[in-house]
């Protein structure tokens, strides 16, 4: 960082102080709970705050809410195993990934009915649009690709291998994507008009990265790392800025771009939120209670809370060798929604 530029985050974070960051950051608590109908798995949340609709990943569909009064105004039906949403305003469409056996399925945003279904990968998991290229793409964890997609004619334009298990990615706005590649424990940069991987950099000491957010401005990452570790890292270099500790079990993280706060959404039941005091220097300013399985979030940006979804699960089974990491059954009636603010 220049002297300069230097001298003015110095000013910034002084004047920050001053307004109550250090006491302000962290007051954040559960302010609501909102029960959905459904008892199967579920994963990523997307808000669209400008249209004020949240899109629930849930059971084999995607139950869509009003995001202020928090009311069930539709469903997508027909989702298996579905995974992320991104939705296309300007087309009037959204598409959903649906892991089994690895399709996208793309639905009317006004009517919320399927239009068609687009085969991919097996475990086709993340989705994102990146503008400069004008395409979709999706990470397809265990076939280890990478499928894009034009949203214009609705067709597969290229998969490309990668040589291990991607998980979340973000688009830059500028020709890049970054995806962690959670076996390898890494950051992939890749652009996104070439299709080419550019730059591959490690996140040690992070380890088994999920969840993925930027600092658009400021070319920050922010990795959530399974070792309880989240790690920032300079988006121009790879160079590993500082690390954090983080709750257990991540698989989201967000950053809000108003507040400067990067939030962890962790499956042990916690909500960490860290304060960027300036592009090299953070401080963790509260872990949340939240629920146990409250792992993936969004966050509003009209509003600044964070819904999460969660459901309580019955008893772990032993390990066999068919599923050796088992986990507990859903209780019936239990999935939910909780929002965060302050």
Not at 168 to 176: E, M, N, P, T, Y
């Amino acid at each position: 960082m220049g002297k300069l530029k230097a001298l003015l985050w110095a000013g910034i974070l002084a004047l920050g102080t001053g307004l109550g960051w250090a006491q302000g950051a962290g007051d954040y608590k559960v302010l609501q709970k909102v029960s959905l109908p459904g008892d199967g798995g579920f994963d990523f949340l997307t808000l669209d705050s400008d249209r004020r609709r949240v899109y629930v990943t849930h059971d084999d569909r995607i139950q869509v809410l009003d995001a202020d009064t928090l009311k069930l105004v539709g469903t997508v039906a027909d989702v298996p195993r579905p995974h992320g949403v991104v939705v296309l305003p300007d087309l009037g469409k959204g598409y959903a990934t649906s892991g089994d056996p690895g399709s996208v399925v793309v639905f009317d945003l006004k009517t919320l009915k399927g239009i068609s279904r687009i085969p991919t990968s097996p475990d086709t998991d993340v989705i994102l649009y990146d503008k400069p290229s004008g395409k979709i793409f999706t990470f397809d964890g265990d076939s280890r690709n990478f499928t894009v997609i034009d949203p214009v004619t609705d067709k597969v334009v290229k998969t490309v291998e990668l040589d291990g298990s991607p998980e979340v990615a973000v688009s830059d706005g500028r020709g890049h994507l970054f995806d962690n590649l959670e076996s390898e424990s890494q950051v992939l940069k890749i652009d996104s008009r070439t299709l080419r991987i550019t730059r591959r950099w490690p996140l040690a000491p992070g380890v088994s990265p999920s969840g993925l957010s930027m600092d658009l401005a400021h070319h920050r990452l922010f990795s959530g790392c399974h070792n309880k570790t989240l790690v920032v890292m300079n988006a121009e270099n790879g160079k590993v800025v500082q690390t954090l500790p983080i709750g257990g079990h991540v698989d989201g993280t967000c950053f809000d771009p108003i507040s400067a706060t990067i939030f962890s959404s962790n499956g042990d039941g916690t909500l960490t939120v860290i304060h960027e005091d300036s592009p090299d220097h953070y401080t963790l300013v509260q872990n949340l209670k939240t629920e146990e399985g409250a792992r993936t979030l969004a966050f509003d940006a009209k509003t600044g809370r964070i819904f999460l979804s969660t459901a309580r699960r019955g008893p772990v089974p032993a390990p066999t060798k068919e599923d050796p990491k088992p986990r507990g059954k859903i209780v019936p009636g239990t999935f939910h929604i909780l929002v965060v603010g302050k």
